[in-house]
Each structure stands twice: as C-alpha cells, then as structure tokens.
T-cell receptor, first 110, second 115 residues
Framework: GEDVEQSLFLSVREGDSSVINCTYT??????LYWYKQEPGAGLQLLTY?????DMKQDQRLTVLLNKKDKHLSLRIADTQTGDSAIYFC??????????FGTGTRLLVSP | NAGVTQTPKFQVLKTGQSMTLQCAQD?????MYWYRQDPGMGLRLIYY???????DKGEVPNGYNVSRLNKREFSLRLESAAPSQTSVYFC??????????????FGDGTRLSIL
C-alpha cells in the first residue's frame, strides 16, 4: 500500500523511555524523518536517518532503521513532560516529496 | 531567525469566498511546499515548487492554485472555498541545490474554517 503507518497513541511516565514505531512502504526512500508537533504549532524536525544507516543517536533520541522490514523507530530516553506532542515519521520519495504517517500522540504523565 | 512565515494564522470564510494564504521563507531555499493537515491524518502535499518559476501538483491539488512569486514567497489560493477545505495549512521549504536531500522546514500553519 501507499500508507506510512504509525500507532495513534502512546502513554508513558516521566523518566521512562518512549518508543514510537513506524512502518513505511517505499524501499527506495533515501531519507526517513521524525518530526515533532506541539499543540498549535508547525512541525519541528527532530532527526533524520539516511537509508544506508541502521542507527543514529542524537542526545536522548535514538533512531533505528530495519530496511528489510521497512520499519523505523524513535526512542526517547528519560522522557519528560515537555516531550508530550504528536510525532510524525515521514519517508522521502521522488524529488524529496515527503509522505507522512498519521502521527503518534505521546502523553507523558508525571 | 524567522524561518518560514505564514499569514494569516487563522481565518474563517463562507462557502464560495476566495482567499490567498501567504508564505515566505528567509533561508534562501529553492524549494517550497504547501500541505494540508486533517484530523487523524498526516500531512498531504497540495502543490510544490522545485524552484522559482516552476510549480507542480501534489497529492491533493483540486480546488487550489499556487503562485511562486519569487524565491522567497509561495502563495496558495482558494478560488471558491468549500467546507471540505476546512483544514490546517502548512507551508514548508527546503534546499535542494545540487540534488542534496535536505530536510523541509515548516511554518506554524494557517487554521482555516469554511462555513
């Protein structure tokens, strides 16, 4: 299919790790992205990974890519209440056209 | 550091009215994009402009027109607004010089309601 799929909702406690999963469709996608959207705001680029990489780490964020299964995940270590937001994965297709998932709403409780 | 600026932030229209959404970027990016975001859905591409002077349809172009006024500005026009166009509209830009696949940077959105 054409869709990029994500689970709709994730709830964690402050201090725990969060793992947000994404399944994409186009094996030729060169880059895969994670964006964060806070209420009433636009999309903020968190991180991205090139398709020839398996893992990328950036401070509290770890991205894992399984090309065989077309599976992408975002792990947030030591999750804080300020991490509560909607997280979108996106894959790049021709001419950097991004196809977005439906977004995962992360709720962090104290 | 304005980045991508969209105006207006909010707008209410009546069915059949026309409106232009404005977008400007100050990052000297050559490519610009318009998306719409609907509840429970990701962003869907309406139109994009690979470079000044060119525009192309995205996934959901019907009912919209665009103008790439210059390198900085890319506007989206609704000629005859319909309730189905109630949505949040996002503009984005990226640097595609030399084929490099740089990330897109987004504005804060325009929330449009059509009654």
């Amino acid at each position: 299919g054409e869709d990029v799929e994500q689970s709709l909702f994730l709830s964690v406690r402050e201090g725990d790790s969060s793992v947000i999963n994404c399944t994409y469709t186009d094996s030729s996608s060169t880059y895969l992205y994670w964006y964060k959207q806070e209420p009433g705001a636009g999309l903020q680029l968190l991180t991205y990974i090139f398709s020839n990489m398996d893992m990328k780490q950036d401070q509290r964020l770890t991205v894992l890519l399984n090309k065989k299964d077309k599976h992408l995940s975002l792990r947030i270590a030591d999750t804080q209440t300020g991490d509560s937001a909607i997280y979108f994965c996106a894959e790049s297709r021709s001419f950097q056209k991004l196809v977005f998932g439906t977004g995962t709403r992360l709720l962090v409780s104290p | 550091n304005a980045g991508v600026t969209q105006t207006p932030k909010f707008q209410v229209l009546k069915t059949g009215q026309s409106m232009t959404l404005q977008c400007a970027q100050d990052m000297n990016h050559n490519s610009m994009y318009w998306y719409r975001q609907d509840p429970g859905m990701g962003l869907r591409l309406i139109y994009y402009s690979a470079s000044e002077g060119t525009t192309d349809k995205g996934e959901v172009p019907n009912g919209y027109n665009v103008s790439r006024l210059n390198k900085r500005e890319f506007s989206l026009r609704l000629e005859s607004a319909a309730p189905s166009q109630t949505s949040v509209y996002f503009c984005a830009s990226s640097d595609q010089t030399g084929g490099s696949n740089q990330p897109q940077h987004f504005g804060d959105g325009t929330r449009l309601s059509i009654l």
